[in-house]
């Protein structure tokens, strides 16, 4: 049991508070008073920013506040570095929101195929495809709209290899296989697959013959 420091500003019940918190707060107040003592000294000009920021966004988070770049690209660069570095505990963060348990699952509605393009692993296979061309067209030479195409078809390569989940499409080396991909601007991906680009609307149209 700690030896209490403080007492709440209102009822003067003996509490105890870190030290530092003690350095960051104006007063001290228990649970049960603690929105008694909000409403007497009221907020201060940054939580009412917080606040009304919060209820912008539907949320009392700081969700919104503005951020440097440089903080934003710290943080960022820190999530990286802890990903690249526990490998296991993301793939078991990831288990926790897959399939079932995640919040838009629908009974398992969406085609294994359409599944698989929204997987980490072909985003990689995709960047990995585009990086070894330069992202450039292979067949035109555009650096518009890069996109990865496969030459042998994913649905076939899924036919092939019996791949029934996306653990199976996970552990397929064959899948990932660079070599199984060229980079083509929108384009010429469009002809490759026999579709019409809408050069008004950018509406895609299936070419009919």
Request: glycine share 8%; with cysteine; hydrophobic share 25%.
């Amino acid at each position: 049991m700690r030896t209490p420091n403080s007492q709440c500003i209102i009822c003067g019940k003996m509490l105890y508070r870190r030290p530092y918190e003690l350095e960051r707060v104006r007063y001290v107040a228990c649970m049960e008073h603690r929105y008694i003592a909000q409403r007497k000294y009221g907020q201060t000009e940054s939580q009412k920013q917080a606040l009304s920021l919060g209820r912008e966004k539907g949320t009392n988070h700081l969700t919104g506040m503005p951020k440097s770049k440089e903080s934003n690209e710290k943080r960022s660069l820190a999530h990286k570095i802890w990903c690249y570095s526990n490998p296991d505990k993301v793939a078991k963060r990831g288990e926790k929101i897959r399939g079932e348990n995640h919040y838009r699952w629908n009974g398992g509605s969406s085609r294994l195929n359409t599944s698989i393009r929204t997987m980490t692993e072909h985003r990689n296979w995709m960047d990995g495809v585009r990086d070894r061309d330069g992202w450039q067209c292979t067949s035109c030479g555009s650096l518009e709209f890069p996109e990865a195409h496969h030459k042998i078809a994913l649905s076939d390569l899924i036919v092939s290899f019996n791949i029934k989940t996306r653990d199976d499409a996970r552990n397929c080396a064959e899948l990932w296989d660079l070599n199984n991909g060229v980079t083509l601007c929108q384009k010429c991906h469009y002809k490759k697959h026999g579709r019409i680009q809408h050069e008004t609307f950018g509406i895609n149209l299936q070419a009919t013959s």
